[in-house]
């Protein structure tokens, strides 16, 4: 059964780096879009960031230039890098795959998303 596990949250100090880890298990799809979302409690989950098989991403404005999503291939993890951390950056960061390509499931430019497969989450909380 196709499982992601989310690594990296914590008390985070703004102005600095983060880098979250999703770990994915049992997902055997040669084609795939896998992605990053934040959600405030309370709030509608955001998109942040995808990454398709073929190696071409996509950042949401409110993370463009700071940001990078990348994919291991040979340890199979996820990975999501931001910079100059701001208070708005707090909240929970879900990883998330699905077997369709990215702008299918989350196309660019919209607030639209619809994957398959999600971990559990890490929190993040920004402090000043």
């Known amino acids: 059964v196709v499982r992601l596990q989310e690594s990296g949250g914590g008390s985070m100090q703004a102005g600095g780096s983060l880098t979250l880890s999703c770990k994915r298990f049992d997902f055997t799809y040669a084609r795939w879009c896998m992605g990053w979302f934040h959600e405030v409690p309370g709030q509608a989950r955001e998109r942040v960031a995808t990454?398709?098989?073929?190696?071409?991403?996509s950042y949401a404005d409110s993370v463009k230039g700071r940001s990078t999503i990348s994919f291991d291939n040979a340890a199979n993890i996820l990975y999501l890098r931001l910079n100059d951390l701001n208070l708005d950056d707090s909240g929970i960061y879900y990883c998330?795959?699905?077997?369709?390509?990215?702008?299918?499931?989350?196309?660019?430019?919209?607030?639209?998303?619809?994957?398959?497969?999600w971990g559990s989450g890490t929190s993040v909380t920004v402090r000043s």
């Open positions: 990454i398709n098989d073929d190696g071409s991403t």
């Open positions: 998330a795959a699905d077997p369709l390509h990215c702008t299918v499931v989350a196309p660019a430019g919209q607030k639209y998303f619809n994957l398959d497969f």
